[in-house]
């Protein structure tokens, strides 16, 4: 049942994956107004550290993010596509097993 879902939920967003991993900037978030401020009951963007995006996760603990070349992309929509094919094969009352 978990890789019915999982496969459901692949082949939903395949399309913006691939968006996504064409233009990596073009999905990101446009919210930058902070919770206090939004009005009650519209789902938040920022995680647990009270932070918006990644960069500003990622320079509160004193680093950066990496730039990703289109290797890099190219590489992480073929992940995308093989768990895709990966829980359509186990959707139908199988599993996937990680080594």
Known sequence: MTSKK???DFAAFARRAKEYYA???????????????????KKSR???A???SAAQLANAVGGGLAS????DLAWMQEVYDDFRKAF????NG?????C
């Open 6 to 8: 999982l496969y459901g």
């Open 23 to 41: 233009k990596p900037n073009s999905l990101r978030p446009q919210s930058s107004v902070p919770i206090s401020t939004r009005a009650k009951g």
């Open 46 to 48: 920022i995680n647990q």
């Open 50 to 52: 009270g932070l918006h």
């Open 68 to 71: 990703v070349d289109s290797d």
């Open 88 to 91: 359509r094969l186990a959707s």
């Open 94 to 98: 199988g599993f996937v097993m990680f």
